[in-house]
């Protein structure tokens, strides 16, 4: 039964080719590999006082990596992942964290995958992990666009064990309070493994290393290329201790929260384990391996020496770990840094050229053919081997001269960096302390909120009332989903019963009011934005069978979670939001060259560079998320209550009409 080995999370791509020197020009195995919501600072690649706790990624980063010192994603989860896969800027694919059943990563797009299957020789493609990419209708689905098998989850979040998803609106389509597993494998919901998955950083490697063995002993694929896409649940939220036979026990080493430490710690084995197949294989010497977060830390995560985190446009929360590594990167790159401006994006194109076939990809939105934003950045890596000072005043080519990293944010020329809408947040240490940045308001205090709409003339049995509050701070936002009366929304957390203790609703025109929370209605917070909080009574909830099937291991380390921030408060509204310290009408403008901790805006003495950056900027529009139309959806049957299809599990929520 797979799940009974220590194992990894990280965003690495391996790419191999026939030999480690590059004697040959393009891989044969390609292993990309994502660490969900990994800190800049919470690995040995940028921190060498945890070595003991990431003892491979320290190895493979640096005597045997290249070191990508500028590499950037999208604020949060699912952007970066659309982007990935379809080249483009993370802002083009637009900031919606996909739900199942959202179009997110429309068919009119030709994806990686199915580029790769172009090749003279198709290569192999493989799926494991967390996919967040939306999938409106079943052909949307990674095992129907060039992946040859699948499995993992669809949506942004879960429990570490048996696919298990208890938000009864998480994420889920259809009827979401019905939704209590998310997992698929191939091309049904993954009844037949879900079972098997005790800790899911285990079960992906070991899915992962069955891969590349079965990939490495057929005689018949012998030649041709193989491209693994493994995207790890760790080290995302809930932050729960894995077995208890793969904890770190070194107490020598100090790191500023064990549970997180523990975590971190199965990732990199687990990453360890999958390398050592991959040699055991004999195939390490015909590999390149990337490793990257998909956005920066958050909660527990340390993004040293960087400013802010997930969910901000601040260098903490687009600035991630990256790396290359693996027998095909060639020897004069290995211990080295690459320091351009890359991004998420620009795999496609790359891999798109080892693969030898034309990474074009036009497509009309809009009425605008829109283009990938992606680059081989390969070229430019190996190029930098033998790179020399040059004449300051000589033009410099640069990957990627505007790079908008959020809808609010730009880079131009790896240089200077422009903000027009960001709130105030925090600095870290090596040791994780939080320093509060203090910087003052724009345009002075934030305005006083609105007269509130909500009181507690509404009685909801089983719940206690109080007016004008939240059920906590933001951070605990449980999910933030649509009711129509506070009696709908109840109905949401009741059927929740190991999750929701407290939700806060809202009257008036916006359907967006009911916040269901973790939390069982402890910290208060008095709102001021309309809201009152409902908390549940003792013996309200309902018990789920599901749950009681777990077993006691598994169920005692989920009681002990420590849920982050939910991926709907990551789509930041303005009553979610702090003080805002760069504004439209008063952007920051920073030297992340000089200023890679984003400490002094010097906007004010480059007037210049601000109008020529916010005129650039407004120019990167998201193109991309609109529903399928009808016309589109013409030859599919689509149903809102998915449960005679998928049964408890999540999915989408079409699939092609059936033909007589």
Not at 135 to 155: N, V
Not at 368 to 397: C, F, H, Q, Y
Not at 556 to 563: E, F, G, I, M, V
Not at 581 to 594: G, K, M, R, S, W
Request: proline fraction near 8%.
């Amino acid at each position: 039964m797979m799940g009974r080995m220590l194992t990894a999370v990280a965003l690495v791509g391996v790419w191999c080719t026939a030999s480690a020197g590059a004697a040959t020009t393009s891989p044969k195995m390609v292993v990309t590999i994502l660490i969900d919501d990994l800190g800049s600072f919470d690995t040995a690649v940028n921190n060498p006082d945890i070595v003991p706790i990431t003892p491979n990624l320290a190895q493979l980063s640096h005597d045997a990596g290249l070191r990508l010192t500028r590499f950037y994603t999208f604020m949060y989860c699912s952007p970066t992942r659309r982007g990935f896969l379809a080249g483009r800027f993370p802002v083009h694919m637009s900031g919606i964290q996909a739900a199942p059943c959202d179009n997110t990563l429309p068919l009119q797009l030709t994806i990686l995958p199915q580029k790769l299957k172009n090749a003279t020789i198709p290569w192999a493609t493989h799926f494991v992990g967390k996919g967040h990419l939306g999938y409106p209708t079943t052909d949307h689905l990674p095992i129907h666009r060039g992946f040859d098998s699948h499995a993992g989850y669809l949506a942004g979040a879960e429990d570490y064990d048996h696919g298990f998803n208890y938000d009864p609106s998480h994420d889920c389509g259809g009827t979401p309070k019905d939704c209590v597993y998310d997992f698929w494998h191939d091309t049904a919901p993954g009844v037949d493994v879900h079972n098997e998955i005790y800790y899911s950083t285990n079960w992906y490697t070991e899915r992962a290393q069955s891969i590349v063995v079965a990939h490495t002993t057929n005689a018949s694929a012998k030649d041709t290329p193989l491209w693994l896409h493994l995207m790890y649940q760790g080290v995302h939220s809930p932050y729960v201790d894995p077995p208890a036979w793969e904890g770190f026990s070194n107490s020598s080493t100090p790191f500023w929260d064990k549970t997180f430490g523990d975590m971190l710690h199965v990732v990199d084995t687990g990453i360890g384990n999958l390398t050592s197949t991959i040699r055991a294989q004999g195939a390490w010497d015909d590999c390149l391996l990337i490793i990257t977060s998909d956005n920066g830390g958050v909660g527990p995560g340390n993004n040293y020496p960087f400013r802010g985190m997930k969910a901000t446009g601040w260098e903490g929360g687009t600035r991630v770990m990256g790396f290359l590594s693996g027998g095909f990167l060639p020897v004069a790159l290995r211990g080295k840094t690459f320091s351009s401006v890359i991004g998420v994006f620009d795999w496609y194109p790359t891999l798109c050229a080892f693969a030898g076939v034309d990474p074009t990809d036009d497509v009309m939105f809009e009425g605008v053919v829109r283009p990938i934003d992606g680059v081989n950045v390969w070229p430019a890596m190996l190029a930098s081997v033998n790179a020399s000072k040059t004449d300051p005043d000589e033009p410099t080519t640069y990957l990627h001269e505007y790079l908008p990293t959020t809808g609010s944010t730009i880079i131009w020329q790896e240089r200077w960096k422009l903000i027009t809408g960001e709130s105030s947040t925090i600095w870290y240490t090596p040791n994780n302390t939080h320093i509060p940045d203090n910087w003052p308001c724009r345009g002075g205090k934030p305005p006083s909120p609105p007269a509130p709409k909500a009181n507690c003339t509404v009685s909801v049995a089983g719940y206690g009332c109080h007016a004008e509050h939240y059920c906590g701070p933001g951070e605990s936002f449980h999910t933030h989903t649509k009711a129509t009366a506070a009696l709908e929304c109840a109905e949401l957390c009741t059927a929740n019963g190991t999750g929701c203790g407290c939700f806060d609703f809202r009257s008036g025109d916006d359907p967006s009011s009911c916040r269901l929370h973790a939390n069982k209605g402890g910290n208060l917070t008095p709102s001021g934005a309309g809201y009152a909080a409902f908390v549940k009574q003792s013996g309200t909830g309902t018990s789920r069978v599901a749950h009681d099937q777990a077993d006691e291991a598994s169920k005692a380390r989920r009681q002990t979670a420590r849920y982050g921030p939910s991926h709907e408060s990551h789509q930041r509204t303005a009553s979610l939001q702090g003080c805002a310290v760069c504004t439209a009408a008063e952007p920051c403008l920073f030297d992340v060259i000089a200023d890679p901790s984003e400490t002094t805006d010097v906007a004010k003495q480059n007037p210049d560079i601000v109008t020529q950056l916010q005129a650039k900027l407004a120019t990167f529009q998201p193109y991309i998320g609109t529903p399928m139309t009808p016309a589109e959806l013409l030859p599919y049957t689509c149903v809102k209550d998915i449960r005679p299809w998928w049964g408890n599990f999540s999915g989408p929520c079409c699939k092609p009409n059936t033909t007589a």
